[in-house]
Each structure stands twice: as structure tokens, then as C-alpha cells.
């Protein structure tokens, strides 16, 4: 709890390791040579099965106050979609965002590939980073 003070783990791949360095607040999991790093979620579940989730990424403000502002405010869940068995691992990657109170379900990319949005709206809009191009379908 102090400056100058970096945490390394080294693994046995030459120039692997995770890092937290206090200088930047950042955590870097480096791979070997010809490597990435490489972050693993996983399950203890021995029976997966549909809607079960294999790993999640929220995303929080814990210091802030009030109701809405502590909840979390977007997760990314890879949740499975279908009962896993020696042949079948169907799993969907699925988006949620927090406008107000708990984030809930905004987008999924399913096990085959197709995206579909939570809400069933027919209007997207896809647009640029700042707004001056863009295509509408509705």
C-alpha cells in the first residue's frame, strides 16, 4: 500500500509473467515468445448446462455513491447454450449495459455466430465514434 511497489509473477516460459505495476494501476499477463498473454475464466460446474455462465467481466465504480452508481455497470458473460456433453460446448457471449439500476441484457452473439439484441428493437443504429458516418437499419 505504498509507491514504488511492483508485484511479478514469473512463470517457466522465458518472459512470461504477471505484473501489477502501481505506476500505471495496470495488471499485464505477458505470454512467452511467439505467445500472447492470456486470461482463463472457468467453471468448476462438472455438469454444464444450458444458461449456466463459464466466465463473466464486470465492470464497477465501487467508490461512488448512491443506489445506481455502486451496482455494476456492464458485464460481458459467456453463458452456455446448450448442455455440454463430450461432443457439444454451444456458447454465447453476452453483452449487458446499466442505464439505471442493474445491467441487463443488451446484446448476444450466439454459438453459431448470429447477433441478436435483448430488447427485440427492429431500429439499430450503427454509427461512427463520433456520429458522422454511420448505416441505419430499421
Known amino acids: 500500500d505504498d ?3 511492483d508485484v511479478k509473477f514469473f512463470g517457466a516460459s522465458a518472459g512470461a509473467y ?3 505495476d502501481e ?3 495496470e495488471l499485464e499477463l ?3 515468445a511467439a505467445t500472447p498473454g492470456k486470461l482463463l475464466l472457468s467453471t468448476s460446474e462438472a455438469s454444464v448446462v444450458d444458461g449456466n455462465k463459464l466466465g463473466q467481466i464486470d465492470f464497477q465504480a465501487p467508490a461512488e455513491s448512491g443506489t445506481d452508481a455502486l451496482v455494476v455497470g456492464a ?3 459467456a453463458e452456455a447454450d446448450a448442455d455440454f456433453t463430450a461432443s457439444v460446448n454451444s456458447t454465447d457471449l453476452v453483452f449487458l449495459t446499466a442505464d439505471s ?3 441487463t441484457e443488451k446484446l448476444r452473439i450466439d454459438s453459431t455466430g448470429q447477433v441478436t439484441f435483448a430488447d427485440g428493437a427492429i431500429d439499430v443504429n450503427i454509427a461512427s465514434h463520433d456520429g458522422t458516418n454511420g448505416l441505419k437499419l430499421g
Open 18 to 20: 504477471m505484473e501489477w
Open 101 to 103: 439500476g442493474a445491467a
Open 30 to 32: 505477458r505470454g512467452g
Open 3 to 5: 509507491t514504488g511497489h
Open 23 to 25: 505506476n500505471v494501476d
Open 75 to 77: 458485464s460481458i458473460i
